[in-house]
């Protein structure tokens, strides 16, 4: 091969690696609950990971030893009475924000850089590297927050071990309904996602 043509060759290589960096910033990875998951499962997200507030639409309650019992001209004076109406807060329980731990930062940011050293080191760099760069990002984020989750209880493997140690407080059973905190079905979890998108 003449040294024109390693030249040539040489050049085209370090083209297609300033249009990798370039394709690089066209991309990015979106990880958590998508509105493809439906709009309930949307909703629940929201609500357990900024927690929510709203105005108590049943009748006056009183939180007890025992639980949460209807207040009446009896027991009026017992527990902590809660009026219709009462501003009901119900707390955080974020699960999308665990990423923020440093640990599973500093793990992302290891495995990205060494994606794109393994990229830089093929003999030719190829159109849909970027997208796949961020592919594998994205995957690598959706594993470490699980594996966050899991360790934490919230997911459907863990159901066994803490169904009977955690629960919904008793007014936010009374609110709900039930009592199904998010580790006991591991629907959230089960619904989270990578995406690739173009920015």
């Not at 998951?37 to 929510?52: F, I």
């Not at 470490?144 to 360790?151: A, C, D, N, Q």
Request: no cysteine; net charge positive; aromatic share 10%.
């Amino acid at each position: 091969m003449s040294t024109t043509e390693n030249n040539k060759k040489t050049m085209d290589f370090y083209d297609s690696v300033l249009d990798y960096f370039k394709d690089l910033n066209k991309y990015q990875a979106k990880v958590g609950v998508h509105a493809d998951a439906g709009q309930e499962n949307v909703k629940k997200a929201l609500w357990n990971e900024y927690g929510t507030h709203h105005k108590l639409k049943y009748n006056s309650v009183a939180i007890t030893g025992e639980g949460l019992i209807p207040i009446n001209s009896v027991n009026k004076d017992l527990g902590i009475f809660v009026g219709k109406t009462t501003d009901i807060s119900i707390p955080a329980r974020p699960f999308i924000r665990l990423f923020l731990y440093s640990d599973l930062v500093n793990k992302l940011v290891k495995d990205t850089v060494d994606y794109i050293d393994v990229v830089l080191t093929k003999k030719k760099i190829k159109v849909n590297d970027a997208r796949d760069t961020y592919k594998r990002i994205g995957e690598t984020a959706l594993d470490l927050m699980r594996s966050k989750m899991e360790y934490r209880g919230f997911d459907k493997n863990s159901n066994d071990t803490f169904k009977d140690q955690e629960h919904n407080s008793p007014l936010t059973q009374y609110i709900k309904g039930n009592d199904t905190p998010l580790f006991d079905t591991g629907e959230l979890y089960d619904v989270m996602e990578s995406k690739v998108r173009k920015r």
